[in-house]
C-alpha cells in the first residue's frame, strides 16, 4: 500500500486546540524520530479563516478581513485525517521545519512565512474550499 500522507495534502486535525481546522502536511516522519518514536508530520494550517467580503466594503475593511491568522505544528498522525485534496503551496523549507518550531524568535518568522504564502494564494481565489471553515 502506498503512502497517504505527503507533502501538499490537505488535513483535517482531529485533537487538541486545532480541532476541526484544515492543513497542510509540510513534511513526514513517517517512521518517527528520536524524539517522537511515532509517525508524525509537520503541518501548516489556518487557525482563523478570512471572512465574507463584498462589492461595497471598502479596501480597509476588505484587507481586515481577508487576514488569515497561521498555525505551525508537528502533530501525531493519529490525530490527524487526510482528505483526497493536496494543495501545492510552495513554503520556504528553509524557515518552516522542525527545528525552527523549538525557538521562539524561528517559529514567529515560520508563522509568518506561513501566513504570506496562505494570504498570497487566497486572493488568486485557488482553492476557495480550503479558505473555507470547516461546517459540521
Not at 509540510?26 to 465574507?52: E, F, M, Q, W
Request: hydrophobic share 35%.
Amino acid at each position: 500500500m502506498g503512502k497517504i500522507m505527503k507533502a501538499g495534502k490537505v488535513v483535517v486535525v482531529l485533537g487538541g486546540r486545532y480541532a476541526g481546522k484544515k492543513g497542510v502536511v509540510v513534511k513526514t516522519h513517517d517512521d518517527g524520530s528520536n524524539d517522537r518514536p511515532y509517525g508524525h508530520a509537520l503541518v501548516a494550517g489556518i487557525d482563523r479563516y478570512p471572512l465574507k467580503v463584498t462589492k461595497k466594503m471598502g479596501k480597509k475593511r476588505m484587507a481586515k478581513r481577508t487576514r488569515i491568522k497561521p498555525f505551525v505544528k508537528v502533530l501525531n498522525y493519529n490525530h490527524l485525517m487526510p482528505t483526497r485534496y493536496s494543495v501545492d503551496i510552495q513554503l520556504d523549507k528553509t524557515m518552516v521545519n522542525k527545528d525552527s518550531l523549538t525557538d521562539g524568535k524561528k517559529r514567529r518568522k515560520a508563522r509568518i512565512e506561513v501566513k504570506k504564502k496562505f494570504e498570497e494564494r487566497h486572493k488568486t481565489g485557488k482553492n476557495r474550499w480550503f479558505f473555507q471553515k470547516l461546517r459540521f
